[in-house]
């Protein structure tokens, strides 16, 4: 039950808000050219990290805006929120 | 006053001695990592059914504690899957013959679980699965909402909810059985045995040689081994990161609750995926339920209220009965999903590290099973053919066990 | 029966008014203001049922929430089980009984009303007692928003209004400061409210009982509230627990905590005993005794340590003693509420001597455990102080302080703090950390509720258990209607002893939601029934009503399914249906299609990326069936693009899909390509879709849109036109989901009905047959056109569907592409879409049904038979004049020709397989 910092909207409830694993993955460039190991890795893997996870929300019930946060896996707290394309910032747990 | 007491009041005892509390060895031949449900019945399937001993459990906190001591025990075998249903129900068979196994009461206690459908999809989805369960083998019927509710008759099948009951799957063989009790039992049995159960002994690295793990780091000192199984299900990832090995698994709370003792009123096990509950109501009287996972990834063992709070929207809205029956306690595992809803079992790219896991939401029912699987793995050196469809490459070619594109059932 | 207990001058209940009610089928009297426990005690009745394992008989222990036994069942007026009598405050009428240690539901529905309220607030302070008082107090005047919380009926806690604050009586304190908060409209002060949840970053749950106390509470008001709470500070100031201390046969009934006793009589004017037995190692049993005391009682202290505290006064106090054992007698008519009550303790002195004392009520203090489960639940650390003989908060917790007695602070100047000034009290001398007196350990219970005792702790101690929560699973401590509040600590504290180590060692607790049971009714709140999950209509929903629509839910919305002539059932109706659009004209509302507005000057570029086929050489006024899969290459959803113009179009999908498909096309294009110059808007809900299909289709959109070339050159299919009829832009498509000429009647929702009745006027002449979603289904199978979520279960790719055709070639990638060519796609063994035609031509085969291959003798062979697939659509056929199926195959596509088997119901019934196109194969009737 956090209260999320929509970078766009401010605080708002977890209910508000979507989950949507890691970010900062990138759709390959040229699918055609990878092995099916890397397709694979692209499609299915993802890092499971016990600490600091830099990962997507959208604020699909207010202004669906999609938006990246680097959250503790172990306590869940949000330690920073931050627009679509900008870098993930340096946080300490 | 009412004096004679109710029933389930009298469960049987736990046994006077469990097991030792011994110093961790050197060396083992074998290193199971996470004495939960699967380390523990890995542990004595080693020894039963292949006679090895020279076996270590290491267990970071205390025995059983992780999942096994926070799931909800339902135990049926009726997936969609060849390959889930060859598992599921290798270890259905598993625990029909366990209390005698073990020499320790269980609790199995076969009452049957229905699969409710509320929607023409549901009712589909329910029929494909009741007649591939009958084709392999796996005892399941297809019941109306007529006979839904003489089997259960809390449940309220009349047109006046928001998703009427369109019928369900049965399976009378399902239940449930007592978690601790079966964990108790397997590590009993394992510490007989000469198998050593190390408890506050975490496993913080491997020390390598080349595709081989020739010893655990651990905060009870460094252990050589001969061969790993790794059983650390939630904490999966973070050992096979410690390895250098990636897995498409992630951690998610999954929380569960329970009233107070009442009488019995459920004498089976609903499951709902459309409304998203499942009730079953324990040997003392409980009523013990869950829904889905929380949304994120978290190691936290707890999970956020509003996942409870529509469990029991969705329990009061199936069963009207349960209107004042009280939330007693709430609490969460971390359970490893995949993306396919199937677990990942098998080879690593260690030659001697074996990895169980990614059984998410629903595999205390599979604890003998995989037990028995994975112990016959370890001891040949090759995946039993009930595990080999569950290996990490499927991923890679595309053979996905889908469990829950088609079949949306969890737990 | 007269209340024989209640003593004159003391408690605040209403004397003046008398109330009735039935324990155990007799009747007794108590007073507005009292607890169903207060008027049992002030009857004289104990004893309220018996433990649930040894059947020991079980009364009442405590005053409040902390009391770990007294449970009862309250029949009227309404079932609801296991309550604590402490905490069941009683109404006239009311009708409850003794437990053996389970409750029973309701057999008839709840029809109260239970609901939520929001509060963002600076301040939240959980608990009225002296220390939440003041903070709430402070916060207030910081001009903050405050919300104060209280499970209680009033404020003031622990106060007993014997007490001095500020230099007045406590009592006058309490009501001023609550006169000052009730005249700030910043805060809100709620009594009878629990907290019983707090999680992350200031959020709190709290039940608020707001008619159970009424005699005649107001219609309409909802029973129980759940106050949902976002506080930027949490104040948790939520007291003390007084713990037991464990001897041989401490579970009896008329064996109470000590400051229980003294908030009975201050609070009730209950004395629960009048020869009293107090067995303390803390201070504050010495307040209790001395007032009961004062009340009339007659009490004998057996102080565990070596000499009385200050506070003693001349009270008969034997030191160093312990108490041994206790005993009943049984009285004659042993179903007065008094069965098992104590009668007598067996008592040992510091000088070893061991005698016996009798006595009607025996009080017990071991000390305070800190009420500090809102500060564990938010991961709060708690570290075991030994002097305390408890777990208190080790460390804060950003956003939390813990105040008063749940921080460990036990005296009431501590509580109040610097500003407000306590009276006199008398210095505390340190309390004797004491878990249990030696004795017979079967008999000694720790968990009172579930019937576990030392000897239970012993035997998982020597079972080989060294955690803490393995000794508590193994003897069920702590599991109970308390959740071990009292008792936690002393289990843990006896497992310690035995393994001769330290209870921090052991583990920590931690405590989890909630803090104490909340119904599930009051947590589902207004949940229920239409209000579970929102139900969506269409704008012309009432006509389908109107006229007798059999409605399906798909998704959130209730769609018409077929609309049944008087006599017909389904297959009826819809063999009709089909006929009638076959032969002629029917309609159907397709409002429910989700519908994407796509804009702006890379609109097709996005489409193109997403669909599996070419969106990008689309004409304006043209429409494309289009293909949509995940990056795993399976489809995800299908359905019609229209282009509008160069830079926008109308993206229809299927009706579960929309939403899903919406949230799809958005995370692509904000979080893959961002520079990508588009966006969406759902106007599903803007349009409704009226199909008008069928031969005759033409002559009814003619006759109602003058202005429209319906001609098959001017208004190919799969394009668009624009009209407009009275002025209302129109929007027809010929899109045909049935294979017959169709047009497809796109109008603003406002519009719809009436539209929705021009069109059938229009049609009358021709017998417009309105269908529904059965029907639709039908004529699409008949077609070989997949259901998406039917015909696909998240494991079909286009090309499983024999829709290698809608699959770009030209495109260098789209989602999903690079899927297609991992090894198992190649695979010719993938289950395809083919058609299954029942050999006997009339079984119209289940859908779900799996598919065998052919059993020569006609017997199915024994368990695991291989399955070659399974029947995802199935239906009777008015084309057809018989039933069929689609089906998906293994290798399907090639196997056209062959017989299969399919069990229904214990037979085999042979099939064979078709293509999935069974009606106008060549398409010859779609232009009309
Ligand atoms: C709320 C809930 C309800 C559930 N309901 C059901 C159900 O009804 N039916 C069903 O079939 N399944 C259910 N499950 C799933 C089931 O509990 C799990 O799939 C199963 O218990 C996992 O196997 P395990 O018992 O070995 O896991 P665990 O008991 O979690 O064992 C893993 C162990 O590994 C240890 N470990 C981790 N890392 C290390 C390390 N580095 N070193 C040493 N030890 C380590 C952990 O401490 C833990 O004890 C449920 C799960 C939850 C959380
Ligand atoms: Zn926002």
Same mark, same amino acid.
């Given at each position: 039950?956090?209260?999320?910092?929509?970078?766009?909207?401010?605080?708002?409830?977890?209910?508000?808000?979507?989950?949507?694993?890691?970010?900062?993955?990138?759709?390959?460039?040229?699918?055609?050219?990878?092995?099916?190991?890397?397709?694979?890795?692209?499609?299915?893997?993802?890092?499971?990290?016990?600490?600091?996870?830099?990962?997507?929300?959208?604020?699909?019930?207010?202004?669906?805006?999609?938006?990246?946060?680097?959250?503790?896996?172990?306590?869940?707290?949000?330690?920073?929120?931050?627009?679509?394309?900008?870098?993930?910032?340096?946080?300490?747990? | 006053?009412?004096?004679?007491?109710?029933?389930?009041?009298?469960?049987?005892?736990?046994?006077?001695?469990?097991?030792?509390?011994?110093?961790?060895?050197?060396?083992?031949?074998?290193?199971?990592?996470?004495?939960?449900?699967?380390?523990?019945?890995?542990?004595?399937?080693?020894?039963?059914?292949?006679?090895?001993?020279?076996?270590?459990?290491?267990?970071?906190?205390?025995?059983?504690?992780?999942?096994?001591?926070?799931?909800?025990?339902?135990?049926?075998?009726?997936?969609?899957?060849?390959?889930?249903?060859?598992?599921?129900?290798?270890?259905?068979?598993?625990?029909?013959?366990?209390?005698?196994?073990?020499?320790?009461?269980?609790?199995?206690?076969?009452?049957?679980?229905?699969?409710?459908?509320?929607?023409?999809?549901?009712?589909?989805?329910?029929?494909?699965?009741?007649?591939?369960?009958?084709?392999?083998?796996?005892?399941?019927?297809?019941?109306?909402?007529?006979?839904?509710?003489?089997?259960?008759?809390?449940?309220?099948?009349?047109?006046?909810?928001?998703?009427?009951?369109?019928?369900?799957?049965?399976?009378?063989?399902?239940?449930?059985?007592?978690?601790?009790?079966?964990?108790?039992?397997?590590?009993?049995?394992?510490?007989?045995?000469?198998?050593?159960?190390?408890?506050?002994?975490?496993?913080?690295?491997?020390?390598?040689?080349?595709?081989?793990?020739?010893?655990?780091?651990?905060?009870?000192?460094?252990?050589?081994?001969?061969?790993?199984?790794?059983?650390?299900?939630?904490?999966?990832?973070?050992?096979?990161?410690?390895?250098?090995?990636?897995?498409?698994?992630?951690?998610?709370?999954?929380?569960?609750?329970?009233?107070?003792?009442?009488?019995?009123?459920?004498?089976?096990?609903?499951?709902?995926?459309?409304?998203?509950?499942?009730?079953?109501?324990?040997?003392?009287?409980?009523?013990?339920?869950?829904?889905?996972?929380?949304?994120?990834?978290?190691?936290?063992?707890?999970?956020?209220?509003?996942?409870?709070?529509?469990?029991?929207?969705?329990?009061?809205?199936?069963?009207?009965?349960?209107?004042?029956?009280?939330?007693?306690?709430?609490?969460?595992?971390?359970?490893?999903?995949?993306?396919?809803?199937?677990?990942?079992?098998?080879?690593?790219?260690?030659?001697?590290?074996?990895?169980?896991?990614?059984?998410?939401?629903?595999?205390?029912?599979?604890?003998?099973?995989?037990?028995?699987?994975?112990?016959?793995?370890?001891?040949?050196?090759?995946?039993?053919?009930?595990?080999?469809?569950?290996?990490?490459?499927?991923?890679?070619?595309?053979?996905?066990?889908?469990?829950?594109?088609?079949?949306?059932?969890?737990? | 029966?007269?209340?024989?207990?209640?003593?004159?001058?003391?408690?605040?209940?209403?004397?003046?008014?008398?109330?009735?009610?039935?324990?155990?089928?007799?009747?007794?009297?108590?007073?507005?203001?009292?607890?169903?426990?207060?008027?049992?005690?002030?009857?004289?009745?104990?004893?309220?049922?018996?433990?649930?394992?040894?059947?020991?008989?079980?009364?009442?222990?405590?005053?409040?929430?902390?009391?770990?036994?007294?449970?009862?069942?309250?029949?009227?007026?309404?079932?609801?089980?296991?309550?604590?009598?402490?905490?069941?405050?009683?109404?006239?009428?009311?009708?409850?009984?003794?437990?053996?240690?389970?409750?029973?539901?309701?057999?008839?529905?709840?029809?109260?009303?239970?609901?939520?309220?929001?509060?963002?607030?600076?301040?939240?302070?959980?608990?009225?007692?002296?220390?939440?008082?003041?903070?709430?107090?402070?916060?207030?005047?910081?001009?903050?928003?405050?919300?104060?919380?209280?499970?209680?009926?009033?404020?003031?806690?622990?106060?007993?209004?014997?007490?001095?604050?500020?230099?007045?009586?406590?009592?006058?304190?309490?009501?001023?400061?609550?006169?000052?908060?009730?005249?700030?409209?910043?805060?809100?002060?709620?009594?009878?409210?629990?907290?019983?949840?707090?999680?992350?970053?200031?959020?709190?749950?709290?039940?608020?009982?707001?008619?159970?106390?009424?005699?005649?509470?107001?219609?309409?008001?909802?029973?129980?509230?759940?106050?949902?709470?976002?506080?930027?500070?949490?104040?948790?100031?939520?007291?003390?627990?007084?713990?037991?201390?464990?001897?041989?046969?401490?579970?009896?009934?008329?064996?109470?905590?000590?400051?229980?006793?003294?908030?009975?009589?201050?609070?009730?004017?209950?004395?629960?005993?009048?020869?009293?037995?107090?067995?303390?190692?803390?201070?504050?049993?010495?307040?209790?005794?001395?007032?009961?005391?004062?009340?009339?009682?007659?009490?004998?202290?057996?102080?565990?340590?070596?000499?009385?505290?200050?506070?003693?006064?001349?009270?008969?106090?034997?030191?160093?003693?312990?108490?041994?054992?206790?005993?009943?007698?049984?009285?004659?008519?042993?179903?007065?509420?008094?069965?098992?009550?104590?009668?007598?303790?067996?008592?040992?002195?510091?000088?070893?001597?061991?005698?016996?004392?009798?006595?009607?009520?025996?009080?017990?203090?071991?000390?305070?455990?800190?009420?500090?489960?809102?500060?564990?639940?938010?991961?709060?650390?708690?570290?075991?102080?030994?002097?305390?003989?408890?777990?208190?908060?080790?460390?804060?917790?950003?956003?939390?302080?813990?105040?008063?007695?749940?921080?460990?602070?036990?005296?009431?100047?501590?509580?109040?703090?610097?500003?407000?000034?306590?009276?006199?009290?008398?210095?505390?001398?340190?309390?004797?950390?004491?878990?249990?007196?030696?004795?017979?350990?079967?008999?000694?219970?720790?968990?009172?509720? !579930?019937?576990?005792? $030392?000897? /239970?702790?012993?035997? %998982?101690? +020597? @079972?080989?258990?060294?955690? =803490?929560?393995?000794? #508590? &699973?193994?003897?069920?401590?702590?599991?109970?209607?308390?959740?071990?509040?009292?008792?936690?600590?002393?289990?843990?504290?006896?497992?310690?002893?035995?393994?001769?180590?330290?209870?921090?060692?052991?583990?920590?607790?931690?405590?989890?939601?909630?803090?104490?049971?909340?119904?599930?009714?009051?947590?589902?709140?207004?949940?229920?029934?239409?209000?579970?999950?929102?139900? !969506?209509?269409?704008? $012309?929903? /009432?006509?389908?009503? %109107?006229? +007798? @629509?059999?409605?399906?839910? =798909?998704?959130?919305? #209730? &769609?018409?399914?077929?609309?049944?002539?008087?006599?017909?059932?389904?297959?009826?109706?819809?063999?009709?249906?089909?006929?009638?659009?076959?032969?002629?004209?029917?309609?159907?509302?397709?409002?429910?299609?989700?519908?994407?507005?796509?804009?702006?000057?890379?609109?097709?570029?996005?489409?193109?990326?997403?669909?599996?086929?070419?969106?990008?050489?689309?004409?304006?006024?043209?429409?494309?069936?289009?293909?949509?899969?995940?990056?795993?290459?399976?489809?995800?959803?299908?359905?019609?693009?229209?282009?509008?113009?160069?830079?926008?179009?109308?993206?229809?999908?299927?009706?579960?899909?929309?939403?899903?498909?919406?949230?799809?096309?958005?995370?692509?294009?904000?979080?893959?390509?961002?520079?990508?110059?588009?966006?969406?808007?759902?106007?599903?809900?803007?349009?409704?879709?009226?199909?008008?299909?069928?031969?005759?289709?033409?002559?009814?959109?003619?006759?109602?849109?003058?202005?429209?070339?319906?001609?098959?050159?001017?208004?190919?299919?799969?394009?668009?036109?624009?009209?407009?009829?009275?002025?209302?832009?129109?929007?027809?498509?010929?899109?045909?989901?049935?294979?017959?000429?169709?047009?497809?009647?796109?109008?603003?929702?406002?519009?719809?009905?009436?539209?929705?009745?021009?069109?059938?006027?229009?049609?009358?002449?021709?017998?417009?047959?309105?269908?529904?979603?059965?029907?639709?289904?039908?004529?699409?199978?008949?077609?070989?056109?997949?259901?998406?979520?039917?015909?696909?279960?998240?494991?079909?790719?286009?090309?499983?569907?024999?829709?290698?055709?809608?699959?770009?070639?030209?495109?260098?990638?789209?989602?999903?592409?690079?899927?297609?060519?991992?090894?198992?796609?190649?695979?010719?063994?993938?289950?395809?879409?083919?058609?299954?035609?029942?050999?006997?031509?009339?079984?119209?085969?289940?859908?779900?049904?799996?598919?065998?291959?052919?059993?020569?003798?006609?017997?199915?062979?024994?368990?695991?038979?291989?399955?070659?697939?399974?029947?995802?659509?199935?239906?009777?056929?008015?084309?057809?004049?018989?039933?069929?199926?689609?089906?998906?195959?293994?290798?399907?596509?090639?196997?056209?020709?062959?017989?299969?088997?399919?069990?229904?119901?214990?037979?085999?019934?042979?099939?064979?397989?078709?293509?999935?196109?069974?009606?106008?194969?060549?398409?010859?009737?779609?232009?009309?």
């Amino acid at each position: 039950m956090q209260l999320i910092e929509c970078p766009w909207c401010g605080p708002r409830e977890e209910t508000e808000f979507h989950y949507g694993g890691q970010a900062h993955i990138a759709y390959p460039e040229t699918p055609s050219e990878l092995t099916d190991t890397e397709w694979a890795q692209y499609i299915f893997f993802r890092a499971n990290p016990k600490g600091l996870f830099a990962e997507r929300w959208s604020h699909s019930g207010g202004c669906r805006r999609w938006f990246n946060a680097v959250r503790d896996t172990r306590t869940y707290t949000f330690l920073a929120t931050y627009r679509s394309g900008e870098p993930q910032p340096e946080v300490q747990s | 006053m009412t004096s004679a007491t109710p029933p389930g009041a009298h469960l049987p005892e736990h046994g006077d001695f469990l097991w030792r509390n011994p110093e961790p060895k050197k060396s083992y031949d074998v290193v199971i990592v996470g004495g939960g449900g699967h380390g523990l019945a890995t542990a004595h399937y080693l020894a039963k059914n292949h006679g090895i001993t020279n076996v270590a459990v290491l267990e970071k906190g205390w025995l059983a504690g992780g999942n096994m001591a926070r799931n909800t025990t339902l135990i049926r075998s009726n997936y969609l899957w060849d390959e889930s249903a060859a598992i599921y129900e290798h270890s259905l068979k598993l625990w029909e013959g366990l209390e005698d196994d073990l020499g320790y009461p269980i609790l199995f206690s076969q009452r049957g679980v229905l699969n409710l459908a509320h929607t023409e999809q549901d009712v589909r989805d329910s029929v494909r699965r009741v007649e591939a369960n009958k084709l392999n083998g796996v005892d399941a019927e297809w019941l109306t909402p007529d006979e839904v509710a003489k089997i259960c008759p809390i449940v309220n099948v009349s047109g006046d909810i928001r998703y009427p009951v369109q019928g369900a799957t049965y399976q009378p063989r399902a239940g449930i059985a007592k978690h601790d009790w079966v964990a108790w039992g397997f590590a009993r049995k394992a510490d007989e045995a000469g198998i050593d159960l190390i408890q506050d002994c975490e496993v913080t690295g491997f020390v390598t040689d080349g595709d081989t793990v020739t010893g655990v780091c651990t905060t009870r000192g460094d252990i050589a081994c001969g061969t790993v199984a790794l059983c650390a299900a939630g904490h999966t990832s973070v050992l096979l990161d410690m390895l250098g090995v990636p897995a498409p698994l992630s951690s998610h709370p999954l929380q569960a609750l329970v009233s107070e003792l009442l009488e019995p009123v459920h004498p089976t096990i609903v499951m709902s995926n459309q409304v998203h509950v499942y009730v079953s109501q324990a040997h003392k009287g409980e009523l013990v339920m869950g829904a889905g996972v929380d949304s994120y990834n978290g190691y936290g063992q707890r999970g956020a209220f509003h996942i409870i709070e529509r469990q029991m929207a969705a329990a009061v809205e199936l069963f009207p009965v349960f209107a004042r029956a009280h939330l007693l306690r709430t609490w969460a595992g971390i359970v490893d999903t995949t993306p396919d809803a199937s677990p990942i079992v098998g080879h690593t790219p260690y030659r001697n590290v074996y990895v169980n896991s990614g059984w998410g939401t629903g595999g205390f029912k599979a604890t003998p099973g995989i037990g028995w699987c994975l112990a016959d793995t370890v001891a040949h050196g090759r995946p039993h053919e009930y595990v080999a469809p569950f290996a990490l490459d499927r991923f890679v070619t595309g053979a996905l066990v889908d469990e829950h594109g088609a079949a949306a059932v969890a737990h | 029966m007269s209340s024989d207990f209640r003593v004159e001058g003391y408690g605040r209940v209403d004397r003046d008014q008398t109330l009735t009610f039935t324990f155990d089928g007799r009747t007794y009297t108590g007073h507005p203001g009292d607890t169903i426990a207060s008027a049992l005690l002030a009857n004289g009745v104990h004893t309220l049922g018996s433990s649930v394992k040894l059947g020991r008989p079980r009364g009442i222990g405590a005053s409040w929430t902390e009391d770990a036994t007294g449970l009862i069942q309250v029949e009227e007026p309404f079932p609801e089980p296991m309550l604590l009598a402490t905490a069941v405050e009683l109404v006239d009428g009311m009708v409850v009984r003794g437990l053996n240690g389970q409750g029973r539901l309701a057999q008839i529905p709840d029809t109260a009303r239970y609901d939520r309220k929001y509060h963002h607030v600076d301040t939240l302070v959980i608990g009225a007692g002296p220390a939440g008082l003041v903070a709430a107090r402070a916060a207030a005047r910081r001009g903050e928003r405050v919300a104060l919380l209280d499970d209680r009926a009033e404020a003031g806690g622990s106060l007993t209004g014997t007490e001095t604050i500020d230099g007045r009586p406590s009592r006058d304190f309490v009501a001023e400061v609550t006169t000052e908060l009730a005249g700030n409209a910043q805060v809100v002060h709620l009594p009878r409210t629990t907290a019983f949840g707090h999680y992350d970053d200031g959020f709190v749950l709290a039940l608020e009982r707001r008619t159970d106390h009424l005699s005649d509470p107001p219609a309409g008001r909802s029973r129980q509230r759940v106050h949902r709470v976002r506080a930027k500070k949490v104040v948790v100031a939520t007291g003390a627990h007084e713990r037991p201390i464990v001897f041989a046969d401490n579970d009896r009934p008329g064996i109470l905590l000590a400051a229980s006793a003294r908030d009975l009589l201050h609070r009730y004017g209950v004395l629960a005993g009048r020869e009293i037995v107090v067995f303390t190692s803390d201070d504050a049993a010495y307040a209790a005794a001395l007032d009961l005391v004062a009340a009339g009682a007659k009490v004998t202290v057996l102080e565990v340590r070596a000499q009385a505290p200050a506070g003693a006064g001349d009270l008969h106090v034997i030191t160093g003693a312990r108490v041994l054992s206790t005993r009943a007698v049984l009285p004659a008519d042993e179903t007065v509420g008094n069965h098992g009550r104590i009668a007598s303790v067996a008592v040992m002195d510091g000088g070893g001597h061991e005698f016996g004392l009798t006595c009607d009520l025996l009080l017990v203090s071991g000390g305070w455990n800190p009420t500090a489960h809102l500060f564990s639940h938010v991961r709060g650390p708690l570290a075991y102080d030994e002097a305390l003989g408890a777990f208190r908060p080790a460390r804060s917790v950003p956003g939390v302080e813990v105040v008063g007695a749940a921080d460990g602070v036990l005296d009431l100047a501590g509580c109040l703090g610097p500003e407000v000034t306590a009276g006199d009290e008398p210095e505390r001398t340190p309390g004797e950390v004491i878990w249990r007196v030696p004795g017979a350990t079967d008999r000694q219970f720790v968990d009172v509720q !579930r019937d576990a005792t $030392v000897a /239970d702790i012993a035997r %998982a101690v +020597g @079972a080989g258990l060294r955690s =803490v929560e393995h000794v #508590k &699973r193994y003897t069920t401590i702590g599991t109970a209607h308390d959740q071990g509040k009292t008792t936690g600590v002393i289990a843990a504290g006896i497992a310690a002893e035995l393994l001769g180590t330290g209870v921090q060692d052991l583990g920590t607790t931690t405590f989890r939601p909630p803090y104490t049971p909340v119904a599930f009714a009051a947590l589902a709140g207004r949940e229920r029934g239409e209000l579970f999950d929102p139900v !969506r209509t269409t704008a $012309v929903h /009432d006509w389908h009503v %109107a006229h +007798g @629509a059999v409605f399906e839910d =798909v998704g959130q919305w #209730k &769609r018409a399914r077929h609309y049944p002539q008087p006599g017909e059932d389904m297959e009826a109706a819809v063999l009709r249906e089909c006929t009638a659009v076959r032969g002629g004209v029917g309609i159907l509302d397709g409002s429910t299609l989700g519908k994407i507005d796509v804009q702006g000057p890379d609109s097709a570029v996005l489409l193109d990326r997403l669909y599996t086929n070419m969106m990008s050489s689309l004409k304006v006024g043209s429409v494309r069936y289009g293909v949509m899969c995940g990056v795993d290459g399976m489809v995800i959803d299908d359905g019609t693009v229209l282009r509008l113009a160069d830079d926008r179009f109308m993206v229809i999908t299927t009706t579960g899909g929309a939403a899903k498909i919406l949230d799809w096309m958005e995370e692509w294009v904000q979080t893959e390509w961002p520079g990508l110059r588009v966006h969406l808007a759902s106007v599903t809900e803007q349009w409704a879709v009226f199909p008008v299909v069928g031969p005759r289709s033409r002559e009814v959109i003619g006759a109602v849109f003058p202005g429209l070339d319906v001609a098959n050159a001017a208004f190919p299919f799969m394009t668009w036109r624009d009209t407009v009829l009275d002025g209302v832009p129109v929007r027809v498509a010929r899109i045909s989901f049935s294979g017959e000429l169709a047009y497809e009647v796109n109008v603003n929702a406002w519009y719809a009905p009436a539209m929705w009745e021009r069109l059938l006027e229009a049609g009358a002449p021709h017998g417009i047959t309105p269908y529904g979603t059965e029907t639709m289904h039908v004529l699409r199978a008949e077609k070989g056109y997949p259901i998406i979520g039917q015909d696909t279960d998240g494991t079909v790719t286009p090309h499983d569907l024999g829709m290698a055709w809608a699959v770009s070639k030209k495109k260098p990638d789209f989602v999903g592409k690079r899927s297609f060519a991992r090894p198992l796609n190649a695979d010719p063994l993938r289950k395809q879409l083919v058609g299954l035609l029942p050999t006997d031509s009339t079984t119209k085969l289940p859908e779900g049904s799996q598919i065998v291959e052919l059993c020569d003798d006609g017997v199915l062979p024994a368990p695991p038979v291989p399955m070659l697939g399974h029947v995802t659509s199935s239906y009777r056929s008015a084309a057809l004049g018989r039933p069929f199926a689609l089906a998906l195959l293994k290798g399907g596509r090639e196997r056209v020709g062959d017989i299969v088997h399919v069990p229904v119901g214990g037979q085999l019934v042979a099939a064979q397989i078709t293509s999935s196109v069974l009606v106008d194969p060549e398409g010859a009737r779609r232009d009309g």
